[in-house]
């Protein structure tokens, strides 16, 4: 009989996952509602002068080769041009051997439309990255048959066109986008358009405490998402929360809960989040970690 190591066995697991919820989509981390630039171009601006968001995320921890995921945001807001500008990056390791890289510069434009609201029109540019190499897996015992595999590794590089807006005020969000406008469905090289909706209130509860509750719903191709949440704000410094993430085709069968921490000080805000596996068919492990980092100048 054939065998396969770990890493194999490890990747094709993940693969299997992927195909179904999250593969060759948008990166989803647990923390993007304070830096929403890579997944809505118009969600800059909201800090004046130059603002920095940095996120690592590393998926089931303690499995070989799982998912890692990396997301740098920089942003500058210009009050007399009333217009933002920036720069995101992202790099998803999706498993053994296959990886995406997404670099967009991005500009966002604001309109009063009263004292209390402001409309944010964004549109973001660049380029995606995706590479896969087929034998970053390494073979034990009898070789398989790979005369159908991709023989060397193969590297895509295609343009990248998101579009966004996103509605504020003091204590209200909400947010509509069209990302990867240019690919209706992923494949191993390219993300799929995806569609985004999301709206944040901040209620004050005393002078000391603000709770922040937020709802937001994420369409690619064939796959329908949700993220139910609450942050409890305590004296605008420290906060911790709760994100309830299922797929809406599968509500009782796959969800991710996800606890958050985190604190600012000066001008440095440091997060960590913590996500755990439901469901009567999620059997990976739940040793999902992400530590933020960010500083606005």
């Known amino acids: 009989m ?7 066995l490890t990747f094709l697991l993940t693969t299997l996952f992927s195909i179904d919820l999250w593969a060759q989509q948008d990166i989803m981390v647990s923390q993007q509602i304070f830096s929403r630039m890579n997944i ?5 601006g909201n800090m004046k002068n130059i603002d920095a968001f940095l996120l690592g ?7 070989d ?5 990396a997301l740098l945001n920089v942003g500058y807001y210009n009050e007399g041009l009333r217009s933002s500008f920036g720069l995101t990056t992202n790099y998803d390791n999706i498993g053994i051997g296959n990886s995406q890289t997404t670099v967009d510069a991005v500009y966002a434009y604001h309109l009063d439309l009263s004292e209390k609201y402001i409309l944010s029109l964004g549109l973001s540019a660049g380029m995606n990255i995706g590479s896969f190499d087929p034998y970053a897996n390494d073979l034990r015992d009898a070789e398989p048959d790979l005369s159908s595999y991709v023989k060397d590794k193969e590297t895509e590089i295609s343009p990248d066109i998101n579009i966004g807006a996103e509605l504020s005020s003091k204590r209200l969000m ?5 990302t990867h406008l240019l690919e209706s469905e992923p494949t191993t090289f390219k993300k799929g358009r995806h569609i985004y909706a999301y709206g944040r209130c901040l209620i004050p509860l005393n002078q000391e405490l603000d709770l922040a ?3 937001s719903y994420i369409h690619q191709h064939q796959v329908n998402e949700a993220e139910i949440g609450s942050t ?8 911790g929360g709760l994100t309830w993430k299922p797929d809406l085709k599968h509500i009782t069968d796959m969800s991710i ?3 958050n921490l985190g604190m600012e000080v000066n001008i440095f805000r440091i997060g960590y989040a913590y996500s755990l596996n439901m469901g009567s068919a999620n059997n990976l492990p739940s040793n999902t970690h992400e530590i933020l980092l960010s500083a606005h100048f």
């Open 257 to 259: 809960m996800c606890v």
């Open 57 to 63: 995320r590393l998926q089931w921890l303690g499995v």
């Open 40 to 44: 809505n171009p118009a969600g800059t």
């Open 174 to 178: 909400f947010g509509l986008s069209v």
């Open 2 to 8: 054939k065998t396969i190591n770990k890493t194999l």
């Open 213 to 215: 509750p937020m709802v």
């Open 232 to 239: 409890l704000f305590i004296k605008r410094t420290f906060w």
């Open 65 to 69: 080769n799982t998912p890692k995921t």
